[in-house]
């Protein structure tokens, strides 16, 4: 894994869009849009079949990093269809996701599943995004803290007894389950609490130092309009993004947020 990160984290989440040839098409435009800046790292998730194409296409630009959007909790095996991390690491792949809600929702990823998801990214040298989020009925019924204190809590014991850590360096993503893809997004304020919540649950495990430098971005329907206000809120150090990071031009305008351009 790399150094220390400094300044925000932008990163985009392609999710199943953009096969090779859409992926040289947004590089081709994204690169002229967006000069390497030295104070925010900006991250890719492409789909893993065009991850390839992904690092063939960025003309040379190393600071446009990349990420696989999930592994399996298997090193190697009979699991048809997958991608192991040690896999991605053997690619050149730094980061990876675990626990994105669609992973959640759609595959059975269940908080157990995330741990050793996270356990097999760090072992493998990537650097993970540990994504956690509520959903509507939980955050009306009240359950935001619980339900991130649980998401939390389980990767963290699972990855413990995995004996596979330390988890250097965290990266976490908010990303309230209601507002990915809806348009609608938490406001500066409710990712605040949110993420004031996820500190206090680093704090309690792994002390207060290494919950101030942990870095959690938030996800959730941001687009060019609001990033500057999001990343002013109180504990927000980036953002994941999907739909708006499909097109160069608006993921260019998020990724320049701040540098005065
Ligand atoms: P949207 O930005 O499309 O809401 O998606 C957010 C997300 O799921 C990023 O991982």
């Known amino acids: 894994m790399s150094e220390a990160l400094r300044g925000p984290v932008?990163?985009?989440?392609?999710?199943?869009?953009?096969?090779?040839?859409a992926t040289r098409v947004f590089l081709d435009r994204f690169v002229a849009l967006y000069?390497?800046?030295s104070d925010r790292s900006v991250v890719f998730f492409p789909s893993a079949i065009s991850i390839p194409a992904f690092v063939a296409d960025r003309s040379g630009r190393e600071d446009l990093e990349v990420g696989i959007q999930d592994v399996h909790t298997?090193?190697?095996?009979?699991?048809?269809?997958?991608?192991?991390?040690?896999?991605?690491?053997?690619?050149?792949?730094?980061?990876?996701?675990a626990g994105h809600s669609e992973r959640r929702r759609d595959f059975g990823d269940h908080d157990a599943t995330?741990?050793?998801?996270?356990?097999r990214l760090l072992e493998a040298g990537l650097r993970p995004i540990l994504c956690v989020g509520e959903t509507l009925e939980e955050r009306r019924?009240?359950?935001?803290?619980?339900?991130?204190?649980?998401?939390?809590?389980?990767?963290?014991?699972?990855?413990e007894s995995s004996g596979c850590g330390p988890w250097n360096d965290k990266v976490l993503a908010y990303e309230p389950v209601w507002a990915i893809g809806t348009g609608e997004t938490a406001t500066p304020g409710d990712a605040?609490?949110?993420?004031?919540?996820?500190?206090?649950?680093?704090?309690?495990r792994a002390g207060d130092e290494p919950a101030a430098t942990a870095k959690i971005l938030y996800g959730g329907s941001?687009?060019?309009?609001?990033?500057?206000?999001?990343?002013?809120?109180?504990?927000?150090?980036?953002?994941?993004?999907?739909?708006?990071?499909?097109?160069?031009?608006?993921?260019?305008?998020?990724?320049?947020?701040?540098?005065?351009?």
């Open 222 to 261: 941001v687009k060019p309009g609001n990033i500057e206000a999001l990343l002013g809120a109180d504990g927000v150090d980036g953002v994941l993004v999907g739909g708006a990071s499909l097109d160069p031009d608006s993921f260019a305008r998020i990724c320049l947020a701040g540098s005065g351009r």
């Open 114 to 119: 995330v741990g050793i998801k996270l356990s």
């Open 74 to 97: 298997e090193v190697e095996g009979a699991c048809t269809g997958a991608v192991s991390a040690a896999m991605a690491a053997e690619a050149e792949i730094g980061w990876g996701l």
């Open 35 to 37: 000069p390497a800046h």
């Open 10 to 21: 932008l990163a985009a989440n392609w999710k199943m869009y953009k096969g090779p040839g």
């Open 141 to 159: 019924g009240g359950l935001l803290e619980e339900v991130l204190s649980r998401q939390v809590e389980t990767a963290l014991d699972v990855l």
């Open 192 to 204: 605040a609490e949110a993420h004031g919540l996820i500190r206090e649950v680093l704090s309690r």
